[in-house]
């Protein structure tokens, strides 16, 4: 008798995720940002321990800032993109180290202040209701499973 499969593991675990993308028009301090939105918004943003990722000479810490729809259960997380501090575990003895003590979650995107994730597959950054003369339109971007920011995400949610 046959054993019947019931999860394609490689299947689960290469499925895409959508995260938005948040570009503000002038710099401000992150509290000053999410008093804004928790005025405008039903949703009541908080923040929650910072994600820390861990490089070989420093670690970096990003804050993070979580709130819960009511109605649909949804949790909308907020990081940022530029790390806050940087600690150093060891100095540097490379000449061309490519670890510097400021890092970007997305490296290719230095202008982007907000990484917006939300806990449903399919993400609808349209109930968040943000400022239109604080922030650009929430731009969509595609993780990859193959991606570093996939698997953290993945590791903090």
Partial sequence: MEVQKLY?????ESEDITIGLVR???SMHDHEFFFKINRNSHLSFSRIKDLVFHGSYYDYCFPRFEAYHKFTKTCYTFISNRSSES???KIQTELFAEEDNI???LNNQPD???ILHSSEQYADF???LLPENLVFPIQDYILSSEE???QIIQYYE
């Fill in 103 to 105: 890092k970007f979650l």
């Fill in 112 to 114: 982007v202040e907000y």
């Fill in 24 to 26: 503000l028009v002038k």
């Fill in 126 to 128: 349209s109930v968040i």
């Fill in 87 to 89: 600690r150093q575990k």
């Fill in 8 to 12: 394609d593991f490689d299947e689960i």
């Fill in 148 to 150: 570093e920011l996939y």
